[in-house]
C-alpha cells in the first residue's frame, strides 16, 4: 500500500505570493492532518481534517487554511507569504478518527519564502 | 495546557553505546504517548507507544514505560548502531476527544559513530 504522499516536495515563493500544497493520504484512511516544522518553532499542529471538515484547528493566522475533498485527499493554502512561514509542512493521515488509530506521516514540503 | 519537554541534544554516542532520551510532559488527564523518529530528508515515523500508565512501547530494541507518578515517557535503547542516528521527538495526544492533535517535544538529535 503506497504511504502519504506530499507534492510538491520542495517550493520556492517570494513573499507576499500565495501557495497551495498537496496531500494525499494512504488509500482508505479519512482523517488528514497538517504540521509545520521549523527550526525555532518545532513542529506545530495546523488544522485536522475528517470526512471533508475541518474538525480541529491550531493556533495560527487566518492566512493558513486548508480542505479536504471527498476522496480524502487535503490541500493547504498560505495565503501573502511571509519570510516566517519558510518551514518543512507535513501531512499525516490515519484510518479514522479517535483514540485507536495511529497517524502516518508524509515526507513533507519543504516551502522557502524569499 | 499540554506540553512535552525533552532533553536537549545532540546526544552522542559511540556504536554499541546504551542510549536514554528523557522525556515528560504536562496534561489534563491521561493522554497517550509516542516516540516519533526522523531521518534525514524524511517525514516521521511512528517508533512505539503506550496508552494508558505502566505500558511499555518497544520496537527495533527502543523502549519506554507510561509512567504517571513522574509524568515520563523516557526513550532507551541497550545498544545504539550509527544507522539509529536521526531526530527523536516524544509527543502526546489527549484521549477521548475524537482528535488525532498530536503535540510534540522540540526533538533531540541523536548521532552515533562508529
Known amino acids: 500500500k503506497a504511504g502519504v504522499t506530499q507534492t510538491p516536495r520542495y517550493l520556492i515563493k517570494t513573499r507576499g505570493q500565495q501557495v497551495t500544497l498537496s496531500c494525499s493520504p494512504i488509500?482508505?484512511?479519512?482523517?488528514v492532518s497538517w504540521y509545520q516544522q521549523t527550526p525555532g518553532q518545532g513542529l506545530q499542529f495546523l488544522f485536522e481534517?475528517?470526512?471533508?471538515?475541518?474538525?480541529n484547528k491550531g493556533n495560527f493566522p487566518g492566512r493558513f487554511s486548508g480542505r479536504q475533498f471527498s476522496n480524502s485527499r487535503s490541500e493547504m493554502n498560505v495565503s501573502t507569504l511571509e519570510l516566517g512561514d519558510s518551514a518543512l509542512y507535513l501531512c499525516?493521515?490515519?484510518?479514522?478518527?479517535?483514540?485507536?488509530?495511529?497517524?502516518?506521516f508524509g515526507p513533507g514540503t519543504r516551502l522557502t519564502v524569499t | 495546557g499540554n506540553s512535552v519537554t525533552q532533553m536537549e541534544g545532540p546526544v552522542t554516542l559511540s556504536e554499541e553505546a546504551f542510549l536514554t532520551i528523557n522525556c515528560t510532559y504536562t496534561?489534563?488527564?491521561?493522554?497517550?504517548l509516542f516516540w516519533y523518529v526522523q531521518y534525514p530528508g524524511e517525514g516521521l515515523q511512528l517508533l512505539l507507544k503506550?496508552?494508558?500508565?505502566?505500558d511499555k512501547g518497544s520496537n527495533k530494541g527502543f523502549e519506554a514505560t507510561y509512567r504517571k507518578e513522574t509524568t515520563s515517557f523516557h526513550l532507551e535503547k541497550g545498544s545504539v548502531q550509527v544507522s539509529d542516528s536521526a531526530v527523536y521527538f516524544c509527543?502526546?495526544?489527549?484521549?477521548?476527544?475524537?482528535?488525532?492533535?498530536?503535540?510534540f517535544g522540540t526533538g533531540t538529535r541523536l548521532l552515533v559513530s562508529p
Open positions: 499525516a493521515s490515519s484510518p479514522g478518527q479517535g483514540d485507536f488509530y495511529e497517524q502516518y
Open positions: 488509500s482508505g484512511h479519512r482523517s
Open positions: 481534517y475528517f470526512s471533508e471538515t475541518q474538525r
Open positions: 496534561a489534563t488527564g491521561y493522554p497517550s
Open positions: 503506550a496508552t494508558k500508565a505502566d
Open positions: 509527543a502526546l495526544r489527549k484521549m477521548n476527544t475524537g482528535f488525532q492533535k498530536l503535540v
